[in-house]
C-alpha cells in the first residue's frame, strides 16, 4: 500500500511538472525588456540590475570578488594561450580532412530538412503567442517620409497578422491595446509593446522526441537505401578446402 502511495505522488508529481508553463515576455516603452515567468516567480532577464559599487560591500567581500574576478581572468588567459597554441599547431602541421561524397551531402541536406520542418511545426503548434499592448507612433520629422513610413509599417502588420492567425495559439486578447498612428509633428518614432510566448514542459520534451525520432527514421532508411544499393558480391569459398577429385572414367 505505501508503495502505490509513494509512486501516485511521483506521478502527480511529474504530471504537474510537465504541465507548467513557462512564459518569456518582452516589452518596450523607451527601453527593452525582457522577463521569465513560471508560476508566480518572475526573473528579469534584461535590463539587468545594476551591481553594487564597492562603497556598499564590506571590504572582506570586496577582496573575495577580486580573487574571484583574477581567478577568472587567469583562466580565460590561460584559455586563449591554449587556443592560439593548437591554432599554431594546425596551421603548421595541417591534417587533409576526409571529404563528403555528393551523397552524403544530399543526405545530410535532406536530414536537416526535415529536422527544420519538424521543429517548426511542433514549436509553432505548442507556442503561445499573446500581444497585450501594441503602440505604435511613427514619426520622422518629415512630413512625406513620415507617410512613406507609416505605410510600410502598417503594410508590414497588415502581413504579419494572417501569418500569426494561422498558428492555432496565437491569441489577440478582446483587451487588447493595438494602435498604429503617425505623428507629422514629432522628430523620432515612439513604441509601447507587450508580447508574450509561452511553452508547457512537456512541449519541450515533445519537440525534443519528435526530431529525435525523426533523425533515428532517416538514419534507418538510409541505411536501408545504402544496403539496397551496394553491389552484392558472392561470397568466397574458403581458403583451406580442398578441389573434390574428378571422377575416373568407365572404360
Known amino acids: 500500500m505505501t508503495a502505490l502511495i509513494v509512486i501516485g505522488i511521483l506521478l502527480l508529481f511529474f504530471v504537474f511538472l510537465f504541465s507548467l508553463r513557462a512564459k518569456l515576455t518582452i516589452a518596450y516603452d523607451g527601453e527593452f525588456g525582457m522577463s521569465v515567468q513560471v508560476l508566480c516567480f518572475r526573473f528579469r532577464i534584461l535590463p539587468k540590475r545594476e551591481k553594487k559599487g564597492p562603497h556598499s560591500m564590506s571590504r572582506s567581500k570586496a577582496q573575495k570578488i577580486r580573487k574571484k574576478l583574477e581567478k577568472k581572468a587567469d583562466k580565460k588567459r590561460a584559455k586563449k594561450a591554449e587556443k592560439q597554441k593548437k591554432k599554431q599547431h594546425e596551421k603548421e602541421h595541417p591534417t587533409e580532412k576526409p571529404k563528403k561524397s555528393l551523397s552524403e551531402i544530399l543526405d545530410l541536406i535532406s536530414l536537416c530538412r526535415k529536422l527544420a520542418a519538424k521543429v517548426i511545426r511542433k514549436f509553432f503548434g505548442h507556442l503561445r503567442i499573446d500581444i497585450a499592448r501594441l503602440h505604435l507612433t511613427v514619426a520622422t520629422g518629415d512630413a512625406a517620409t513620415t507617410a512613406i513610413a507609416y505605410g510600410a509599417v502598417t503594410e508590414s502588420v497588415a502581413l504579419l497578422y494572417p501569418v500569426l492567425e494561422s498558428v492555432k495559439t496565437f491569441r489577440v486578447p478582446d483587451m487588447a491595446d493595438v494602435d498604429i498612428r503617425a505623428d507629422f509633428c514629432a522628430d523620432s518614432m515612439d513604441a509601447d ?49 580442398k578441389k573434390a577429385p574428378a571422377a575416373a572414367k568407365k572404360p
Open 193 to 241: 509593446i507587450l508580447i508574450s510566448f509561452s511553452l508547457r514542459v512537456w512541449h519541450v520534451f515533445d519537440i525534443a522526441f519528435g526530431a529525435l525520432f525523426t533523425f533515428i527514421r532517416h538514419k534507418v532508411s538510409s541505411l536501408i537505401k545504402k544496403n539496397a544499393n551496394a553491389p552484392h558480391t558472392p561470397p568466397k569459398p574458403p581458403a583451406d578446402v
